[in-house]
């Protein structure tokens, strides 16, 4: 089986490993390929099964007989009720971030497969990604500053995957969340072979991942140029601020990559959904008209003036009672904002 390390590893590798046949022959290809930066091998015990602290200590015995440093991280407080795999996702990474900074390594390597891939990508094309979600997982990006997450095996099947533990005579782990049907991500999987049959298959899926992240690439970089011509000195309280007529000269798609672009800015942060909608339905006719502007979206207040631009800065603190219903008002009259305020605000 080919194993690709990823490019300049200085300061070491910590191998994502949790017992099951992925992540097995990550950890077997990687010790067969003579890495020459030191390995160290990682499992997150997430406390969700009685059985995930033995099979920690069964990938710790693997490790130890490879000759490789091992620690089991363990997910501890209370979990959520609504959302388990993601935040256990959330929490996975962050613990191999924190792990790999701690022994001054900058690279966090997982067994994620083409099979995970066709399934990331369906399961964002049902939740309706645009093109950065429909690219699916990387194979490569940013942990923190210092550490990078890389999949490299990605190209290959579960199935290679699993002949290659065969062939060296291992016996993974069968984690039964896979099979879950409490899980989307494993009911999506039971219907991969009958999508399959229709044509959609796990190869087309990571074309249409490919092609996306080919063509997200190509509109982040459109956005961030036009981000930067767009830049203009800002006063407090505001944090950023953007010249109007050229946003008003940009396609909807680079203008929606923008107005994100600078919600980062100012620490803010939206669903694409009701980024969309402030786009679409009121920042771009009001760029149009020349109309002012003021909504709130993601902890932000994002106003549009003649005389300024537009300029984000972070939202009011939200007021209750009778100050609220005068605040409200006061907007809905148009009283400060510098003309007319289009539509109610929508506080994220």
């Not at 969700?48 to 363990?74: F, K, Q």
């Not at 065969?166 to 999506?188: K, M, T, V």
């Not at 087309?204 to 000195?233: F, G, I, N, Q, V």
């Amino acid at each position: 089986m080919p194993y690709v390390a990823p490019a300049a590893p200085h300061g070491g590798v910590v191998l994502a490993v949790s017992g099951g046949p992925d992540s097995m022959a990550l950890l077997h290809a990687a010790c067969r390929a003579g890495a020459t930066v030191p390995l160290h091998v990682a499992t997150v015990d997430h406390g969700l099964r009685t059985a995930s602290a033995a099979e920690a200590s069964g990938v710790a015995d693997t490790a130890l007989r490879l000759g490789l440093p091992h620690r089991t991280l363990t997910w501890t407080g209370s979990k959520p009720a609504t959302g388990l795999q993601a935040a256990a996702r959330s929490a996975r990474y962050d613990l191999l971030a924190r792990y790999a900074e701690s022994v001054g390594a900058t690279w966090v390597l997982t067994g994620h497969t083409r099979d995970d891939q066709a399934e990331t990508v369906l399961m964002r094309l049902l939740a309706g990604s645009g093109p950065a979600g429909l690219a699916g997982m990387r194979p490569e990006r940013a942990l923190t500053g210092t550490v990078r997450l890389g999949r490299p095996l990605l190209g290959l099947s579960k199935a290679s995957l699993v002949a290659y533990c065969a062939g060296l005579r291992l016996i993974p782990i069968q984690d039964p969340s896979n099979a879950d049907p409490r899980f989307a991500r494993a009911r999506l999987r039971g219907l991969l072979p009958d999508l399959a049959r229709e044509g959609l298959s796990d190869a087309r899926l990571c074309r249409l991942a490919a092609r996306c992240a080919r063509d997200d690439d190509a509109l982040a970089r459109a956005a961030r140029d036009a981000y930067a011509a767009a830049r203009r000195p800002a006063e407090a309280p505001a944090l950023v601020r953007l010249d109007a007529p050229t946003l008003e000269a940009l396609p909807d798609a680079i203008l929606i990559r923008v107005i994100a672009q600078a919600l980062d800015g100012a620490g803010g942060r939206a669903r694409l959904e009701r980024l969309e909608g402030l786009v679409l339905e009121a920042l771009r006719p009001a760029l149009a008209t020349g109309t002012p502007l003021r909504r709130t979206l993601g902890g932000c207040l994002l106003a549009l003036s003649r005389g300024r631009g537009l300029t984000l800065a972070p939202a009011p603190a939200r007021k209750s009672g009778a100050d609220g219903l005068a605040a409200g008002a006061r907007d809905l009259l148009g009283k400060g904002s510098g003309g007319a305020y289009i539509g109610p605000e929508c506080p994220d």
